[in-house]
């Protein structure tokens, strides 16, 4: 099955800094790789996704590049702020409609933005 | 339109007993996701019900059960509880199957 791995496990940025967290993932079949913040004692936020057939997507300050030849993703936030402070999970799926094995997640991130 | 919901929202149940727990998802969607999330192994995949089937399972023991219903609503069920089984379980609903996921607030299962 599919393995995600996520780097760092914790991440402190200064207020107006930029932020990434990367993934690597294992199974060549993945093409759905979404992105969730996850704040204390909240649910999972879907924050921003793309597939495979796509390089690099960009919402606002969140950014996520793929490489597919390498196998990994990455998610960049710019112009930090406070309320960006969260878990950030990376998550990997075939996607395929019939056979995919729901989504995998990589460890978490807890992105911290020091004032 | 409403998120997705589930009940309840807490549990306390002693070892051996078992637990139904009921998930609501996002009006329209027929997808809809189990993961447990527990401090040490993360989020992690149960299962997922579209049109009232299971249609993929992740690597856990058959205690773990679930079900769907025609209105898209779906249950978990975990019997002879164990005190491993303690952790936040949460449910994603998306539109089709293995979707966009969007989640409910989950519910905090304890054993004791």
């Known amino acids: 099955g599919e393995n995600v791995e996520q780097h760092p496990s914790t991440l402190s940025v200064q207020e107006g800094d930029s932020a990434v967290i990367k993934c690597t993932y294992s199974?060549?079949?993945?093409?759905?790789f979404p992105w969730y913040k996850q704040e204390l004692g909240k649910r999972p936020q879907l924050i921003i996704d793309?597939?495979?057939?796509?390089g690099e997507k960009k919402d606002q300050r969140i950014a996520v590049t793929l490489n597919k030849t390498a196998k990994h993703f990455s998610l960049h936030i710019t112009e930090t702020q406070p309320e960006d402070s969260a878990v950030y999970f990376c998550?990997?799926?075939?996607?395929?409609?019939?056979?995919?094995?729901?989504?995998?997640f990589g460890k978490g991130t807890h992105l911290i933005i020091q004032p | 339109k409403a998120g997705v919901t589930q009940t309840p929202r807490y549990l306390i149940k002693t070892r051996g007993q078992q637990v139904t727990l009921s998930c609501s998802p996002i009006?329209?969607?027929?997808?809809v996701s189990w993961y447990q999330q527990t401090p040490g192994q993360g989020l992690q995949f149960l299962f997922e019900?579209?049109?009232?089937?299971?249609?993929n399972k992740g690597n856990f023991p058959g205690r773990f059960s679930g079900r769907q219903f025609s209105n898209s609503r779906s249950e978990m069920n975990v019997s002879t509880l164990e005190l491993g089984d303690s952790a936040l379980y949460l449910c994603?609903?998306?539109?089709?199957?293995?979707?966009?996921?969007?989640f409910g607030p989950g519910t905090r299962l304890t054993v004791t």
């Open positions: 994603a609903s998306s539109l089709v199957l293995s979707g966009e996921q969007y």
């Open positions: 199974d060549s079949a993945s093409n759905y």
């Open positions: 793309i597939r495979s057939n796509v």
């Open positions: 998550a990997a799926t075939p996607n395929s409609g019939g056979g995919a094995d729901g989504l995998t």
């Open positions: 009006s329209g969607h027929r997808s």
């Open positions: 019900y579209f049109s009232e089937t299971q249609r």
